[in-house]
């Protein structure tokens, strides 16, 4: 829970009551402690309800705080994408909804191929750089799932890859650390995850395919059928791209770690790229334009 939901909850406990398939509940919110800029708050129900049933019925889909609007009945469909299936993510990708049905087909008609990840984008996406000194911004986490047969398509891949969204080239990149981890011995079975500076502290050594096949291997000894991970990692000026050769995003607010990753793919052109997206009134942000960038 991030600090602009928690600045008028000063102390103690929230209670509410609900009513859900008939039967009335109560609800009891307790904050805990404070982390940074997030909070660890406790919730309490009296009824045998799971939490993502009391997530569903009493949550409302959280728009980005930047739009400075309420939640309307329209952006239930077109803030998603249309190849999203699995609940877990507060934040759309947003450079996948300009993805149709009609453009996918269009893509499988000439032959380019599609490859699903699931991403749980987290809310610390839309926090911006407060910090003089980038090694002082705490980067947010966020939790991925990637199936076997997708690391098969990455190793037998003789074509670019393209992301969906700067939060899918995070994820993407961060794949390339996993396998160096499992060369490296260093892989955390039981919690894997990627730290936000590691790509900056590690050398790397061995190959993207190697990564990949490392991470293949793992799977095939340990009976697994995707791997699952965490990510904190932050991509600046001077990262060097070891998965993507280009990438889908919209135009992205200042002082943002997506304008960031912007700049470390692109250098100094990313400003003549928004110089020109303002110059012609291109529309920024989730529900903005989208552009396709290149090595």
């Known amino acids: 829970m991030y600090d602009r939901q928690c600045k008028k909850w000063k102390s103690g406990i929230l209670s509410n009551e609900i009513e859900i398939s008939g039967k009335k509940v109560k609800l009891q919110a307790e904050r805990i402690s404070q982390l940074g800029n997030t909070f660890h708050v406790k919730f309490c129900w009296d009824k045998p309800f799971t939490f993502s049933e009391i997530i569903e019925h009493t949550g409302v889909l959280p728009i980005p705080p930047y739009l400075n609007r309420e939640t309307e009945a329209s952006d239930e469909e077109t803030y998603q994408t249309v190849y999203a299936k699995i609940d877990g993510s507060v934040a759309a990708p947003t450079a996948g909804l300009h993805f149709t049905d009609s453009v996918l087909m269009k893509l499988q008609q000439r032959n380019i191929s599609t490859s699903e990840i699931t991403l749980h984008v987290s809310a610390g996406t839309f926090q911006p750089v407060k910090s003089e000194i980038i090694d002082r911004h705490t980067m947010h986490n966020e939790m991925v799932i990637v199936p076997k047969s997708v690391i098969v398509d990455f190793i037998n891949n003789q074509n670019k890859i393209i992301a969906v969204g700067t939060t899918s080239v995070r994820s993407i990149e961060s794949l390339y650390w996993l396998g160096l981890q499992l060369e490296n011995l260093t892989f955390d079975s039981k919690n894997p995850k990627i730290s936000q500076w590691e790509p900056y502290e590690t050398e790397a050594k061995i190959s993207t395919k190697k990564a990949f096949q490392n ?81």
């Open 215 to 295: 991470i293949f291997e793992y799977l095939e000894k340990s009976g697994q059928v995707s791997i699952q991970f965490s990510t904190q990692i932050i991509i600046l000026l001077g990262y060097n791209f070891k998965v993507i050769d280009g990438m889908f995003t919209n135009f992205h607010q200042s002082q943002s770690t997506l304008l960031l990753l912007i700049s470390a793919f692109l250098g100094d052109d990313w400003k003549k790229v928004y110089d020109y997206a303002h110059s012609n009134n291109f529309r920024f942000l989730s529900y903005g334009d989208s552009n396709l960038y290149l090595r």
